[in-house]
């Protein structure tokens, strides 16, 4: 049965992908996503039960559909397949709180690594933050072993504002971050 698109979908388009709001039917695709070990490695969580990721994806779309909306959380889908193979997801920033700081997470099914869908994702998501949202400031951050990620937002045009060390939530001992960022001002140069 086709499904009957709600009024304000929201989406993204690349040549290659679409970035759309979750749905419900998505979940055994962000399960897998949030089961992935080699994901989860690089995440601030463990790998999920099908319970665990059902409450996120239920949270996901119910912030997608809070008006005015302040959270973006997007399905990283191909375009020929609309299957979700990742995430991506930006708002108000929590590091940086204050109006005009958006912050930006994402993560991608380990099956699809190596194909450049991450910085062709964070592009029009960075995009939209400065022309649409209006944003002066975006950021993002990741342990700094996880070197695809922090190429994927260099890629994206972040820029590496600075390295810090922070406690890793799951093992309680101290890691290396880096955060990335970029300025309006920067992006329209």
Known sequence: MPRTPVEDDFNLRTPRLLLRDFREDDLPAVHALRSDEKVAT??????????????????????????????????????EVEQAVGWVGFGESERYPGT???????????????????????????????????????????????????????????????????TEPKSGRLVDCLEYGLRSDQWRA
């Not at 994806?57 to 889908?77: D, E, H, W």
């Not at 869908?117 to 990741?142: K, M």
């Open 42 to 79: 690089f995440m601030d969580f463990h790998p999920e039960s099908f319970e665990q990721s059902a409450e996120w994806l239920k949270g996901v779309i119910f912030r997608n559909r809070q008006r005015p909306r302040s959270t973006y959380n997007l399905a990283i889908t191909q375009c």
């Open 100 to 166: 005009g700081n958006f912050g930006v997470g994402f993560m991608l099914a380990s099956a699809y690594w190596g194909r450049g869908y991450l910085p062709e994702a964070l592009r029009p998501v960075v995009s939209y933050v400065f022309q649409v949202l209006g944003g002066d400031a975006i950021s993002a951050w990741c342990f700094a072993d996880n070197t695809a990620s922090a190429r994927a937002m260099q890629k994206a045009g972040l820029q590496l504002q600075k390295r810090y060390q922070d």
